[in-house]
């Protein structure tokens, strides 16, 4: 998967990256807390200029986006979407492990939250080495030393 490139976002990819994690993401969404569109655009518009947004690209094609934070104990994973048409193909396999040689580098942990309701995303990153360390009502909290 040589064509895979990851870049950072700019303000005129956030419509691409909330309908991204519409797609992705709606259906566990709705399980938990019901989709409401426009207070979903305003978590995503908050969210979008807070967190250090990555557009992934695959033969100049945007399939996806990950959202990656570097805190002073940690690297924290805040999203990590795919378009469906994307998803099972090793993609995200991919940029999970460009984040996890970034953290090696670092010396740090990586942390991230999975949707109890989200099996297919906890295999995912148990797969890859990821841990329970807890829970809340709603999400299942994993980390990779």
Known sequence: MDDLTVRKATPGDSEFAYLTKRA??????????????????????QRFTAQECR????AGIDVGIM???LG???VEVNQLFLLPEHQGQ?????????????????????????LKVNPRALTFYQRLGFVRT????THVLMERA
């Open 24 to 45: 992705a993401f709606r259906e566990y969404v709705e399980e938990v807390w019901g989709w409401d569109e426009e207070a979903q655009r305003r978590l995503h518009e």
């Open 55 to 58: 557009v992934i690209n695959l």
């Open 67 to 69: 959202a990656v934070a």
């Open 72 to 74: 002073p104990d940690c």
């Open 90 to 114: 090793g993609i995200g396999r991919k940029c999970m492990l460009l984040v996890i040689d970034e953290a090696r580098q670092l010396g740090l942990p990586i942390r991230l939250r999975v």
């Open 134 to 137: 807890g829970e809340t009502d």
